[in-house]
Structures are given as structure tokens and as C-alpha cells.
T-cell receptor, first 112, second 113 residues
């Protein structure tokens, strides 16, 4: 089976840096995804990691350690529009088919 | 945009009635998925399709059926709606293995009364 854990809620201040952690236990691993979801909207793709290390994309970075079953999403220079839920999702490799399993999401509230 | 649309966007239905939700894509992607999203549970896979007439169950498939007669359309049917199926339903598409993950539709908010 697969289990993905992330904090339920986090708060931060505009302009600050926040790190959202995700730990996972999966039978097989073939990639970890982060999605952003604003209230009432669809999730949108943020980042993808399949090898260990840091992937940077503008204000957002994502890190992966496969040996530790651990990832984090780092958001820099926070803006009010970053208030959203952030979903961690893992793709297992045992099915031979691309299928993502999602964590329950971390709701981030950015205050002025 | 991504070329994936869901209909209807909102629906209220009565317990015991059948309901069909539609997902339509213009991307010619092979893989399509139906998820439901509920507070405290995140996104859970209902059914998925890996080609025309090729479908399989996800983790919460009881009470749901799907059909895919054309590449572009993936239908989700609630055979006899129950209040526990009140949820937001998302359709998603993907190309194949790769770094693109899924592209999601805008969702259908279904209320069963």
C-alpha cells in the first residue's frame, strides 16, 4: 500500500519563506509531484522530482530524498496569492501504469 | 488551456437517482482518471482508463461505473446516488509516464439530498 503524510495547515507572513514537508511510504517509486490548489479550483502542477536533490523553479523549489521517503516544497518571497492548499502526490512503479496517490494536502495561509 | 472540460459544474440530485458526469478532452491523451475530493481525505481515485474501452477500478469504486467509448470522453455514473457520494469530482488526463503528471478539469460539485 501507499501512505503519504503532510501537515494539515501552516501559516506564514508575506515576504517570508515556508517549507512544506511530505513523507511517504510506497511499494515502488517513480516520481513525486507537488500541486497547488486554490479554494474552489482544480489542482495545478507545480513540480516533479524523480531523482534525489533540489529542483528550482522561480520562487518555488522542491527537494527529494528517496532513501528517507521525504520531500519538501519551499516557497520563497511569499505573496498573498500563495494562500492555497499544496498537495504531495507519489507515483508508484509496481503497477506498470502511471497512477498518482495524493496526500491530504497542506493548507497554507499567508498573512500581511 | 489544457483542453479538458467537465460537465455539469454543479448538480443537486436526489438519493436513489442515477447521475452521469462527463469529462471531455481535446488533447488526445491516452489516460483519463476520475477522483473525488473530500475534506480530510484528499483526492481519491475512483476509476481510470488507459484507452478506449479499457478501464479499471481505483480505491473507492463501489457505487460507481465508467465508460470510455471515444478517446476524448470519459463518463462517470453513480448508479444510485447516496448522500455519501456528495463530493467534488475531478477528472484528470495524462500523456504517459513522464514529468507532466496530471492535468485536471475544473471539477463537478455534486450534492445528493
Amino acid at each position: 500500500g501507499q501512505n503519504i503524510d503532510q501537515p494539515t495547515e501552516m501559516t506564514a507572513t508575506e515576504g517570508a519563506i515556508v517549507q512544506i514537508n511530505c513523507t511517504y511510504q510506497t511499494s515502488g517509486f517513480n516520481g513525486l509531484f507537488w500541486y497547488q490548489q486554490h479554494a474552489g479550483e482544480a489542482p495545478t502542477f507545480l513540480s516533479y522530482n524523480v531523482l534525489d536533490g533540489l529542483e528550482e523553479k522561480g520562487r518555488f523549489s522542491s527537494f527529494l530524498s528517496r532513501s528517507k521517503g521525504y520531500s519538501y516544497l519551499l516557497l520563497k518571497e511569499l505573496q498573498m496569492k500563495d494562500s492555497a492548499s499544496y498537495l504531495c502526490a507519489v507515483r508508484g512503479s509496481n503497477t506498470g501504469f502511471q497512477k498518482l496517490v495524493f496526500g491530504t494536502g497542506t493548507r497554507l495561509l499567508v498573512s500581511p | 488551456d489544457a483542453g479538458i472540460t467537465q460537465s455539469p459544474r454543479h448538480k443537486v440530485t436526489e438519493t436513489g437517482t442515477p447521475v452521469t458526469l462527463r469529462c471531455h478532452q481535446t488533447e488526445n491523451h491516452r489516460y483519463m482518471y476520475w477522483y473525488r475530493q473530500d475534506p480530510g481525505h484528499g483526492l481519491r481515485l475512483i476509476h481510470y482508463s488507459y484507452g478506449v474501452k479499457d478501464t479499471d477500478k481505483g480505491e473507492v469504486s463501489d457505487g460507481y461505473s465508467v465508460s470510455r467509448s471515444k478517446t476524448e470522453d470519459f463518463l462517470l455514473t453513480l448508479e444510485s446516488a447516496t448522500s455519501s457520494q456528495t463530493s467534488v469530482y475531478f477528472c484528470a488526463i495524462s500523456v504517459d509516464r513522464g514529468s507532466y503528471g496530471y492535468t485536471f478539469g475544473s471539477g463537478t460539485r455534486l450534492t445528493v439530498v
